[in-house]
């Protein structure tokens, strides 16, 4: 028998889930993170789930693999020393950056710039120069400079190298030679050019990206060489995929290559997967809601594709990487509830995590949390076991949400709904970031709700925006490390064009594409993917000439062949930017960048479908408890999910539990098990 199986590592669980490819049926497990040894988690993880699935780590046919070990060496800046070369004059590069304050007015009074991850002692200037825009060579390399300059940075202790020098997109020949040399004098420094990474304009984004690459460089070989090794010693002979930053997947090996695109691993997997069940189901427009332990991240997806980014941003820096168009709120099941000296409630963004975690997880936490709140008013029955394994401790829950009301003047009950009502908030304003900024209107979309504590607040949040259906996946607290199964293997290739509509024919821009393609065939072969299984997408970053917000916009490479190839792309560009700016202008359309994403399509997961039985849930029906609604209580149904089948309803209000996640059904509410095993809620005037 084969099987293939997803792990994700969040802030306060690894998640886990395993597709056997002959019977269909999906294990899942969660298992505490271990942030100080991020393997030790994933091999724990990885080893209950495969016994609790009646196999052995050596069944394994593929794994998939998310990771924050990027996303956390960035905020917490523990990543390597790294040495940059540079081109003369251009040695304070990442010290100037761009023009940005946070905040409100004069919020640069208070503004802690950090310091570039390349220091300026560990920063030296080359000579050599390429010209802009012909990309030809005006002064050569001097080689024995360079030399002497690679000497001094790896005598000085640098762990990594990076090389980014002016022009470098239009021609690389002079950061390739940098490179050969670096090679020659410290050929165990791991180097990035940047005409690799980002083969594009902007000299800043260029260099910091690719800083960036090299600052996670050796901390990313150690972690999946570690892996590697342990999954080796357990008896694992599977192909090890690592998740990238826009949902798609590379190889063990690329990764080590470009770590940079590991930075936002996880919260990518969720989205890919929410998108592939709601399209499967019918609702190819849906909002996302991934609430975990630490955090929340919500995402839109239009015609059955998650929205991207080129701008990927994680804390202060914000760089050039494809990822999925995520945005992320301090609001958790982990997030701490304080009163504030104005009397006010504040929730989060500090977190328990998952040490010690909220109070109820018995481990010692002493703090009020949400999920303290949700213990409280019964939101989280008391059949439920944390990852169907730890008891919750709901004394302690009550005690720590009793100091809010203390403070608050009110009933315990009301101090726990008003921690839910603030964290609700928070994530209704990152919705709207997604949706309502950017020209969407809520109520032509659905809502997938996953993450462990998504389900529980999804409801609420359905409500406020009239996004129905309401869809709650099978599984949804391991929903990323799920989505990790249907994700491709993809990398894009890009090149900077810079010519408007008014100089340049539909054919000229195919032939540029010809050569990303096959540069993105390449790489597809490297990766091991079958040549019937290369597929391509092709995106053009437009402009208005001599503007500087960019759209990209998706082609259809054989229509620019024809007359109207370059007028659909303008026309298509306007009708975007109407729709997010409310404006258009009468100006010539520019073609930035054109980027080719190369796809190697996989089978980690199957959906089937099941026929539509009884409504009659009773079977499933495992008691009844208090449960507060709307400041009363309610005796609430509780239904057990894994008895629940296809064709199932149940009225609100009630609670159906799982080992990952619990689901609130509010009054005047229904849930339906559909023919996908996912929960259906709809308003109930509306069945």
Not at 598 to 611: D, H, N, R
Request: aromatic share 6%; charged share 25%; proline share 5%.
């Amino acid at each position: 028998m084969a099987h293939n199986l997803g792990v994700d590592v969040g802030g306060t669980f690894t998640d886990v889930i395993v597709f056997d490819e002959d019977t269909h049926e999906l294990t899942i497990d969660k298992v505490l993170s271990t942030p100080s040894n991020p393997s030790e988690g994933v091999i724990n993880g990885i080893g209950e789930a495969v016994d609790k699935a009646g196999m052995t780590v050596s069944d394994l046919n593929l794994l998939f693999h998310g990771t924050t070990v990027v996303t956390n060496m960035l905020l917490e800046e523990t990543g390597a020393r790294v040495g940059l070369i540079t081109s003369e004059g251009h040695e304070d590069i990442l010290h100037l950056a761009r023009a940005w304050t946070p905040g409100p007015l004069y919020g640069w009074m208070d503004m802690e710039k950090p310091a570039p991850l390349a220091d300026l002692v560990d920063t030296r200037s080359v000579g050599g120069r390429i010209d802009s825009p012909e990309g030809s060579e005006q002064e050569p390399i001097d080689e024995d400079e360079v030399r002497a300059a690679v000497r001094e940075l790896a005598d000085s202790g640098v762990e990594s190298l990076t090389v980014a020098l002016l022009n470098s997109y239009l021609n690389p020949t002079h950061e390739r030679q940098v490179r050969d040399v670096i090679r020659d004098e410290c050929p165990e420094l791991p180097v990035s050019i940047s005409a690799e990474i980002v083969p594009e304009y902007g000299e800043y984004e260029r260099a910091l990206t690719t800083v960036i690459n090299d600052y996670a460089r050796p901390q990313v070989i150690n972690y999946l060489d570690d892996l590697d090794a342990s999954l080796e010693d357990a008896g694992s002979t599977a192909k090890m995929n690592v998740v990238r930053s826009d949902g798609g997947l590379m190889s063990s090996g690329a990764a080590k290559h470009r770590p940079v695109e590991l930075a936002l691993s996880g919260p990518s997997g969720g989205v890919v997967g929410a998108a592939t069940i709601a399209e499967k189901k019918g609702v190819p427009d849906v909002l996302t809601l991934d609430m975990g332990g630490t955090s929340t991240d919500v995402s839109l997806v239009e015609d059955g594709k998650p929205g991207t980014t080129r701008q990927t941003k994680v804390g202060y820096r914000e760089f050039k990487s494809r990822a999925v168009d995520v945005n992320t709120v301090g609001a958790g099941g982990g997030s701490i509830a304080r009163v504030q000296l104005s009397g006010s409630l504040q929730v989060g963004p500090e977190s328990a995590g998952a040490d010690p975690g909220p109070a109820c997880y018995g481990q010692g936490g002493d703090e009020p949390t949400v999920t303290d709140a949700n213990v409280v008013l019964g939101r989280i029955p008391s059949n439920v076991q944390l990852g169907g394994q730890m008891d919750l401790d709901r004394d302690a829950a009550r005690d720590v949400i009793q100091t809010v009301a203390d403070e608050r003047g009110s009933t315990v009950e009301e101090a726990a709904q008003a921690i839910l009502d603030i964290v609700n908030e928070n994530m209704y304003s990152a919705l709207r970031v997604v949706s309502v900024e950017r020209g969407y209107d809520p109520r032509d979309f659905g809502l997938v709700a996953f993450g462990g504590a998504g389900p529980m607040h999804a409801n609420a949040l359905a409500d406020v925006m009239d996004a129905y259906p309401l869809i709650v996946p099978p599984g949804p607290g391991v929903m990323s490390a799920f989505g990790f199964l249907t994700s491709d293997v993809q990398n894009e290739f890009s090149e900077t064009y810079l010519k408007t509509d008014q100089d340049v024919e539909g054919e000229a821009v195919y032939d540029a594409y010809q050569g990303l393609n096959d540069e993105a065939t390449d790489w597809l072969a490297s990766e091991g993917v079958a040549e019937e299984n290369h597929a391509f997408e092709y995106y053009a970053d437009c402009r208005y000439y001599r503007q500087d917000v960019q759209m990209s916009i998706p082609i259809d490479a054989s229509n620019l062949r024809t007359e109207d190839g370059i007028a659909a792309i303008k026309d298509d560009f306007e009708a975007r930017h109407e729709q997010r700016f409310g404006f258009s202008l009468d100006a010539p359309l520019e073609i930035a960048n054109l980027r080719v994403i190369g796809k190697g399509t996989m089978q980690g997961v199957t959906l089937e479908a099941s026929e539509l039985g009884d409504e009659d849930a009773s079977d499933a029906r495992v008691g009844t408890q208090d449960v507060f609604f709307d400041d009363a209580s309610h005796d609430t149904p509780i239904y057990d999910r894994e008895r629940m089948r296809p064709g199932n309803v149940i009225d609100g209000p009630t609670i159906v539990t799982d080992d990952d996640s619990t689901v609130v059904v509010q009054p005047d509410h229904t849930a339906t098990v559909d023919r996908y095993a996912n929960l259906e809620i709809t308003r109930s005037d509306s069945k």
